[in-house]
């Protein structure tokens, strides 16, 4: 059997199928349905500084081969995160990485220096600079790169564990926020965030969605992800976690020739929370068959033409 | 909750627009709470169609799961073409249930209306004694027969079966007492003139809401619905909004506002 661990910075994870924030809870929820100690690390719902209510409803509609959300960081912020989860956290086999939203540097800082205060076992932070769908997600310093670069700096400063910035595809030139992080300090990125879509409906003439527009996910936003990884992967030196649509080991491979080192399941755990866990054991089959001691030599590798 | 291939077992139009279909699905009945309780259905394999359906369950009958719905879409369509024999992936049972319908001195009015029949049909089954009022728009949406001796009461917008009128109709011409539960599944405006009703009456009622789910088991955030100030309940974070998928479908009616 091939192995599966990966490096990302300093830190080992046992396999590089993570699942993706928003599409998980905080990771304590469904025992019934996934075993959560096989998945290579859990990617919890965005924190903010104070807890928030979220969007009204609509949230949620779907679309060809994918759906659109706004749900609008409905989150039960970070002191009760502290209080309730981090002590879960702590009894879990598989690692956390928790996900911070903010809308000024010092609410990210806030936040960040509230959990790095209490001991806890949580691997690292993916910082979302690139929530589409309220005006507090971070979307300024996602699509800036001075803002992006003074964010992980910043943060840079108030923590030794995993500094990971979540990317936006919904920028002029993902390469150059992904060269900000990188210059920041951050040990890695992630991309992609959801691409803004929105949805109507012909009959009501109605918005499916309360915001308006929200954030397009699953198979339908691959190939944009794809792109924007393998865009980075040329870019920067730093690790690249893929998101984006991966419903299978097939899309896993592909995410990872185009020079992903590990990736984000999202959508696909709202139709299957176990999902997960099935792509992993594809994924070890396919490196039996291919007789791979692991994904390094793929990382990165697609053919292109020119 | 389980997650699991169903085969079906018989799937056939009932009435105009309104199918029946009996799924075989032991885990997902064997794991059953009550009525109110909802399944999630996905098309087929393929992700064209990647959010689940969620449908509530008429009815379970040792390890089957049966489930009315109506044609509304691509989604439901595909459904219609399912054969004997072909496996649905389902997962369930989700979702609370409805309470105190057998209670000493409870007196049941069940009220369904379109497609929203299905948990109340389920419910009735379930109740010692209860008056079921079923609403649809004309006679050709309705399987079953008006018999006011059985207490079952149907209402028709144009009067072509039952009642000329809607449930609302019929419901204002009942009796009710201090020991009168409503019980209501139905479009949207329905339950929001129910719970008018049964605010101005001080009538006890248990709604069950609709609500577009991306996940319904609370990953996904995405299916709440208001609820009235004061009204923590267990999964949401907060006071504003309560996941249907979670806390509901079943709501009592000061509980919840509608959008």
């Known amino acids: 059997m091939a192995d599966l661990s990966i490096k990302i910075g300093h830190t080992t994870f046992k396999n590089p199928i993570f699942v993706a924030s928003g599409t998980f809870g905080y990771g304590t929820d469904n025992p019934e349905l996934v075993d959560v100690s096989n998945i290579g690390a859990i990617v919890t719902k965005s924190i903010t500084l104070n807890p928030r209510e979220g969007n009204p409803p609509p949230r949620i509609v779907e679309t060809p081969s994918g759906m659109i959300n706004s749900i609008g960081l409905a989150n039960i912020g970070v002191e009760k995160y502290i209080s309730e989860l981090l002590p879960i956290y702590e009894v879990m086999d598989t690692p956390i990485i928790m996900n911070i939203a903010g809308s000024s540097i010092t609410e990210y800082i806030d936040v960040m220096k509230k959990v790095e205060a209490v001991s806890s076992n949580i691997v690292g932070y993916e910082i979302n600079i690139s929530c589409p769908n309220v005006k507090e997600g971070g979307m300024e310093f996602g699509v800036d790169c001075e803002m992006t670069e003074k964010l992980t700096r910043e943060l840079r400063n108030f923590t030794d564990r995993l500094l990971i910035m979540k990317l936006s595809p919904n920028v002029t030139d993902i390469t150059a926020i992904a060269k900000s992080s990188e210059n920041g300090g951050a040990d890695a990125v992630s991309a992609i965030n959801t691409v803004v879509g929105m949805s109507i409906d012909h009959k009501t003439k109605k918005s499916n969605i309360y915001t308006t527009y929200g954030g397009l996910s699953g198979p339908a936003i691959k190939p944009v992800g794809l792109a924007c990884v393998h865009k980075v992967f040329n870019a920067v030196k730093i690790p690249i976690i893929g998101i984006g649509g991966m419903v299978s080991s097939h899309d896993v491979i592909e995410y990872i020739l185009a020079g992903s080192c590990a990736v984000q399941i999202g959508t696909a755990n709202y139709r299957d929370p176990g999902i997960a866990e099935k792509i992993l054991n594809d994924l070890n089959d396919y490196l039996d068959e291919q007789n791979l001691n692991s994904i390094t030599s793929l990382i990165g590798a697609v053919k292109t033409y020119v | ?259």
């Open chain 2, 1 to 259: 909750m389980k997650i699991e291939q169903a085969i079906v077992l018989r799937n056939e139009q009932i009435a105009h627009g309104i199918w029946r279909m009996s799924l075989v699905a032991p885990d997902v009945a064997s794991a059953y709470v009550g009525p109110g309780q909802f399944i999630s259905l996905l098309t087929d394999d393929s992700w064209d169609h990647l959010v689940r359906r969620p449908m509530s369950i008429a009815k379970i009958n040792e390890d089957e799961v049966d489930i009315i719905y109506k044609i509304f879409g691509d989604v439901t369509d595909h459904f219609t073409k399912k054969c004997p024999g072909d496996s649905m992936n389902i997962l369930g049972p989700l979702g609370n249930v409805f309470t105190d319908y057998n209670s000493e001195f409870a007196e049941p009015i069940l009220i369904g209306g379109g497609v929203g029949l299905a948990p109340i049909l389920n419910l009735y089954d379930a109740c010692e004694k209860a008056v079921m009022i079923i609403g649809a728009r004309s006679a050709d949406e309705h399987f079953l027969n008006h018999k006011p001796d059985n207490s079952v009461y149907l209402t028709t917008d144009d009067g072509t079966a039952g009642i000329e009128g809607n449930v609302l109709t019929a419901l204002k011409n009942m009796n009710l007492s201090e020991n009168t539960i409503l019980f209501a599944c139905g479009p949207e405006p329905m339950l929001i003139a129910i719970q008018n009703y049964a605010d101005e009456y001080n009538i006890r009622a248990q709604l069950s809401v609709e609500s577009y789910m991306g996940c319904g088991v609370g990953l996904c955030q995405g299916c709440v619905i208001e609820r009235q100030n004061g009204q923590v309940m267990k999964h949401s974070y907060h006071e504003k909004y309560s996941l249907v998928c979670l806390d509901g479908p079943v709501y009592e009616c000061d509980e919840i506002i509608f959008g």
